[in-house]
């Protein structure tokens, strides 16, 4: 394909993929890509083409965990798609209650709830529990 028409079709897909996801954010990206031989927008333009928006083909990973003395629910690794919301309940077993959650390992204080808005990344969530007080 000649350099004038990969620079048309670059652009292109650039437009339809999401121009900053190829790192095509100006006209001169995509000319650098093409000089390169063009494997950054003919890998873009295959996404689109089989339906797999660059940066939005594929769900993210919600992993949850708790320790035995209390759970999340749901549990495990639950998928979230880009831009979607997940929410998730933290319960304490009997004898114990919540003492913190964190979320990519950073607290967010203790919590029977906590939801993942406008999800655009892989992440973590975390329920801590300790024994209650005894009376």
């Known amino acids: 394909m000649k350099a004038s028409k990969r620079l048309v079709v670059g652009l292109a897909?650039?437009?339809?993929?999401?121009?900053g996801a190829l790192g095509c954010n100006t006209v001169r990206g995509a000319g650098r890509d093409i000089e390169k031989g063009g494997k950054g927008i003919q890998n873009a333009a295959e996404d689109v083409q089989h339906g797999n928006g660059h940066h939005h083909s594929h769900p993210y990973t919600i992993t949850a965990s708790a320790?035995?003395?209390?759970s999340i629910s749901p549990s495990g690794d639950r998928s979230a798609s880009h831009g979607s919301s997940r929410s998730f309940t933290i319960t304490a077993?009997?004898?114990y209650?919540?003492?913190d959650v964190l979320v990519d390992g950073k607290s967010v204080g203790a919590r029977s709830r906590y939801t993942?808005?406008?999800v655009t990344a892989?992440?973590?969530i975390s329920a801590l529990f300790t024994v209650n007080p005894s009376r």
């Open 13 to 19: 897909v650039c437009a339809l993929a999401g121009i």
């Open 116 to 118: 993942f808005d406008n």
């Open 97 to 99: 209650h919540i003492a």
């Open 122 to 124: 892989n992440h973590t």
């Open 93 to 95: 077993n009997r004898g």
């Open 67 to 70: 320790e035995s003395s209390g």
